[in-house]
């Protein structure tokens, strides 16, 4: 029998109870904003610890969305350096990516944690993740990490509902992966990259579009926006507006994915036994 929300919640609350005191593995996104919510409400401020990653692949907008988010839940704050550009794993931008740049993350907070005495350190994982391409997950594993959400079933529909409940600002969202995440695979990751990402999906956003992702492909940048959006990145003034203001940024090329917006888009070039190699 399927659990109704109220009981995956009130399991979620169950399992946060016998943590004790918790680094949270904050972004600001719809997930971690929730579980950080959650464990604050259930566990007391005192016993909790959000710690955001700041580095290259955090865009500005995310890191000010996650400040103002952690103010209103009135959870206590650490910022937290982390430095995958120096790994050439990470660099080189093979499928295996994601598991890298949360080693970074999850090596440093299991540090942080022993030093100022957390019981355990948690990441916003959900339900869905379990069937999606998530390397990241096995670094959760290989570091201990607890998923809650996952645990308690609740799938990112579900989190969105009970934000919502919680007239939490994340409610509706889009999600935000880093922006590493926009750089096709193969692609070395480099900080004139990323920001060359970053500036584009600023731009685009101050026109009014909210659900889209710039995919870097070298020397051509892919835009993929909602299917309701296709009209106007493709017609004037807007579509002059925005090749202008890509090329400015470096890129030679900029097309307009014809199969709109779809998270992950990039997976789909992967074999599957390059997805099953990075699991």
Known sequence: MDKTLEQKYNSLRSSLEKFGKVIVAYSGGVDSTFLLKVCV?????????????ISASLAKSQYAQAIECAKIIE?????????ELSDNAYLANKADRCFHC?????????????????DFVLCGSNFDDKD??????????????????????????????????LKLPTADVPASPCLASRISYGLEVTEERLSQIEQ???????????????????EMARIEVLPGDLEKVTTEPEKTLI?????????????????????????????????????
Not at 46 to 53: E, F, R, S
Not at 104 to 112: E, F, G, K, N, R
Not at 257 to 263: N, T, Y
């Open 200 to 218: 584009a999906e600023d731009y685009l956003r101050s026109l009014g579009f909210v659900e889209f992702r710039v995919r870097h492909h070298n």
């Open 243 to 279: 090749v202008e203001k890509l090329k400015s940024l470096g890129f030679k090329y900029v097309a307009v994915d014809l199969q709109g917006f779809r998270s992950g888009s990039l997976n789909e070039s992967l074999t599957e036994e390059e997805k099953q190699k990075s699991l």
């Open 75 to 83: 959870a206590n704050v650490q910022q937290v350096e982390i430095d």
């Open 102 to 118: 949360k080693s970074h993350l999850y090596s440093v907070l299991a540090d942080i944690a022993k030093e100022k005495g957390f």
């Open 132 to 165: 999606d391409f998530r390397p990241g997950n096995r670094a959760a594993s290989v570091f201990e990490v607890k998923c809650p959400l996952m645990d308690a079933e609740l799938t990112k529909d579900d989190i969105r509902a009970l934000s919502r409940e």
């Open 41 to 53: 409400d259930t566990l007391g401020a005192g016993n909790v610890l959000a710690c955001i990653g």
